[in-house]
């Protein structure tokens, strides 16, 4: 492999910036959908070779990201309205935020449930606020799935270009 060919370059950092954002899926810090879509779509533009699979692999690429950015919006999010104030759901953002910088990584996922929890505790009463609670953790969840499942759709979708390319 000889890094000082672009095209190899290019196809090298395109597959980093991939990697980089279907690991971002799971990592909260990075944008990884978005990265994911943008190491295609570098590839895509910048890359050496066939113009008709790089233009295949950037708009299937496209189609997948706007897809998978719709639908982890709109499905999980009808799950939490008919169950999970909005208020309940703020403040785990909130408190989220605040518990990653405390306990990093971990305590994003942990702030989350804390506010959720507190807000049905005060409005359901102990009984009810934990069932509540687990419904807003599912719908976060499924957004998390869907989004996973659309940059590796990009990834499989890149590595099927390299080889046609």
Same mark, same amino acid.
């Given at each position: 492999? =000889?890094?000082? =060919? /672009? ?25 990884? $959908?978005?990265?994911? *879509?943008?190491?295609? $779509? ?11 699979? @790089? ?6 690429? /496209? #189609? ?21 104030? /909005?208020?309940?759901? $703020? ?5 989220? $935020? ?7 990584? #971990?305590?994003? #996922? ?6 959720? *929890?507190?807000?049905?505790?005060? @409005? ?9 609670? @687990? ?10 799935? #869907? ?19």
């Amino acid at each position: 492999m =000889d890094l000082s =060919d /672009t095209g190899t370059t290019v196809t090298v950092i395109s597959g980093l910036v991939i990697l980089t954002g279907v690991v971002g899926v799971l990592v909260p810090v990075l944008p990884g $959908l978005l990265l994911t *879509w943008a190491g295609a $779509l570098l590839w895509a533009i910048l890359g050496e070779g066939s113009g008709g699979a @790089r233009t295949f692999v950037a708009v299937l690429a /496209t #189609v997948l990201a706007g897809a998978g950015l719709v639908i982890k919006f709109l499905w999980p999010g009808k799950k939490l309205k008919s169950t999970v104030p /909005t208020s309940a759901l $703020l403040l785990g953002g909130v408190l989220g $935020l605040i518990g990653f910088f405390v306990v990093p990584i #971990v305590g994003l #996922v942990l702030g989350f449930v804390l506010g959720v *929890w507190l807000v049905e505790l005060n @409005r359901l009463g102990m009984e009810r606020a934990w069932p509540s609670t @687990r419904s807003a953790i599912a719908a976060v969840g499924l957004s998390l799935l #869907v989004e996973l499942a659309a940059a590796l759709m990009i990834a499989v979708t890149w590595l099927f270009g390299l080889a046609f390319a």
